[in-house]
T-cell receptor, first 114, second 114 residues
């Protein structure tokens, strides 16, 4: 059973460009979570999605960030007009149950904004 | 806002020594998860504790969840160089609109010297 998959593993963007990060949850999991790990900081929750629904986006910056989890295909975290402060590791996790008590993480996407 | 205080932040010990990592909060969690993260990789789940007072053992690792489900500890017996890494605790929200998200501690960087 394949684990959570994320791509790309590394992404380099110039300021003002868009970044698209993809996450495929574990087979049978319908709940996806995105977390951000800034340098020298812990993981911070960003957003929780189920298929076609955003359940909790309380950790998402109000501007430039969006997330979706369509009926078909991977979950996408989109960052528009990236700035240097967006440089971080972005992790996706998935869980099979509603309460998400056990979450399994992907390898992450390291975003570097030049 | 829920907070999870993890200590110590850094731990450097000799092979064969014992150690304990603590996670404390004033908030109640429905469960608490411990992860280990290697550089450049995502967090890998070690254990989930759910019941107050629960103790789980994983070889030389012993995990305990506090009776009130506000704190947890990780004890490693006879540490080995292979135990070196970043250890993270994460609490799952007990309910409400944010029941899907994990609150992470700051992490403990463990170095075990041969």
């Amino acid at each position: 059973n394949a684990g959570v998959m994320q791509n790309p593993r590394h992404l380099v963007r110039r300021r003002g460009q868009e970044a698209r990060l993809r996450c495929s949850p574990m087979k049978g999991h319908s709940h996806v979570y995105w977390y951000r790990q800034l340098p020298e900081e812990g993981l911070k929750f960003m957003v929780y999605l189920q298929k076609e629904n955003i359940i909790d986006e309380s950790g998402m910056p109000k501007e430039r960030f969006s997330a979706e989890f369509p009926k078909e295909g991977p979950s996408i975290l989109r960052i528009q007009q990236v700035v240097r402060g967006d440089s971080a590791a972005y992790f996706c996790a998935s869980s099979p149950r509603v309460r998400g008590e056990t979450q399994y993480f992907g390898p992450g996407t390291r975003l570097l904004v030049l | 806002t829920q907070l999870l205080e993890q200590s110590p932040q850094f731990l450097s010990i000799q092979e064969g020594e014992n150690l304990t990592v603590y996670c404390n909060s004033s908030s109640v969690f429905s469960s608490l998860q411990w992860y280990r993260q290697e550089p450049g990789e995502g967090p890998v789940l070690l254990v989930t504790v759910v019941t107050g007072g629960e103790v789980k053992k994983l070889k030389r690792l012993t995990f305990q969840f506090g009776d009130a489900r506000k704190d947890s500890s990780l004890h490693i017996t006879a540490a080995q160089p292979g135990d070196t890494g970043l250890y993270l605790c994460a609490g799952a929200n007990a309910g409400g609109t944010s029941y899907g998200k994990l609150t992470f501690g700051q992490g403990t960087i463990l170095t075990v010297h041969p």
